[in-house]
């Protein structure tokens, strides 16, 4: 708040005080001990208007700390009195005025939308019918949507995984505890620990039964799910997210000290980046040959074969390995502020 | 015939899906413990979604998507009497007053009884 005593004695005031009383400063009184009688007595003379000083310091530093508490309380009453009536008032005036203006703004775009299934709608337009028609041909996947977000659309997939790897990152810099330089862990990382091993069920028998035969299903669906997005339903997200969810069940049956043995913060950043600079390589190098009708080594392939559809089925394996990552840091993020 | 029988059967299983699923959720909304709670959502994800995934093969026919969905209802016997199980053992773990939201009968407390009716049973024979 303000100057406490060791400040106020080598503070300049005081310091030119002494040297006004005997010239005993700071670095006299060390070698005071060895000066005669007269220096000692101006030596005392100069404590005791210090000492004073200070006396008149503490009365005003009282007198703050009283005037503190009445405003304090002057704020709490008048908050406790009229400001919660004021609050309350503006918060209901609020509440109705934001309401009616929603509804106004949703209802007038709801009443100029065009009508529902019919033919002349802007979206029935030459790209849809393209997609439909001709997309198996072009882009040789025999799913459409992962023809479409894969090939068609592929920039904007880049821009959806590059979301969920920011997000991902956003939560590590506010969750993650920090790590002494020596490796060894904090106060506030044993505390979490601790919290964690009270309030989560470990070793559970039945549980780790279920996940012994669960979580291999789980994680071969999610790679079907995955190698299977550009000849039926699946897909990178879906894929991600199914994977995501059996790493999270096995670390829940088995604890930290199993899934730190495959996956920790090393895994998650090395797997997560290089999913995502393979994805933006290989699409620039697709962009760059399109865009310049240069012949390009990425053929469609023959429809609803595994190894087929250019680059979908690999750029399906980028994004699921970033939505594993995510979900699987999310989790452990918000669990105990580690990976 | 056979598809009056197929009807019946299927109008029956699903009504008493449908009987299982209404009682879990005004079971769920109804009790204030969760234990309670976890009692009447676990009829309704075991017994109501069988019953009624049956309803649903009953009434397409035993084709390739039944068998989908028996993999489905295998599936949720797995998982969801392991998720209540784990929910019950979560409200035990860290419930400081589990005394006064219900009996607890643990181990010790039978041990404890038994101890105490001993002695009883040696004095009257004494």
Known sequence: MAKTRPDYESSLFARFLRWLQGGSTQLDDEMSHTMDDKASLSHSEADKIAQEHEAKYEARLAAMAEQEKNMYAHVHAWASNQGKGLSNWLYRILAVVICVGIIVLLVSTAAELPPYGSPDNPAHNEVAERYIEKGMQETGAVNIVAGMILDYRAFDTLGESNVLFIAAVTVLILLRMTTRPDGKPTTSQLEAECDDRMYEPKNDLILQHQASFLVPMILLFGIYGLMNGHIGPGGGFGGGAIMGAGLILYLNAFGFKKTERFFTFKTFSIVSVAALSFYAVSKAYSFFTGANHLPSIITPGTPGMLFSAGLIPYLNIAVGMVVCCTMYAFYTLFRKGDM | ?126
């Open chain 2, 1 to 126: 015939m056979i598809d009056i029988v197929r009807l019946i059967a299927c109008i029956l299983l699903t009504g008493a899906g449908l009987c299982c699923l209404v009682s879990g959720v005004v079971g769920v909304f109804r009790f204030k413990y969760a234990l309670n709670r976890l009692h009447a959502a676990a009829i309704l994800d075991t017994v109501g979604i069988l019953l009624m995934l049956l309803g649903v093969i009953v009434a397409t026919g035993f084709t390739f998507t039944s068998a989908k969905i028996l993999v489905v209802i295998a599936f949720l016997w797995l998982t969801s009497p392991v998720s209540g199980h784990l929910i019950g053992r979560m409200e035990i773990t860290i419930n400081d007053d589990l005394d006064n939201a219900m009996t607890v009968i643990d181990r010790e407390t039978v041990e404890h009884e038994k101890d105490a009716e001993v002695p009883t049973d040696n004095k009257e024979a004494n």
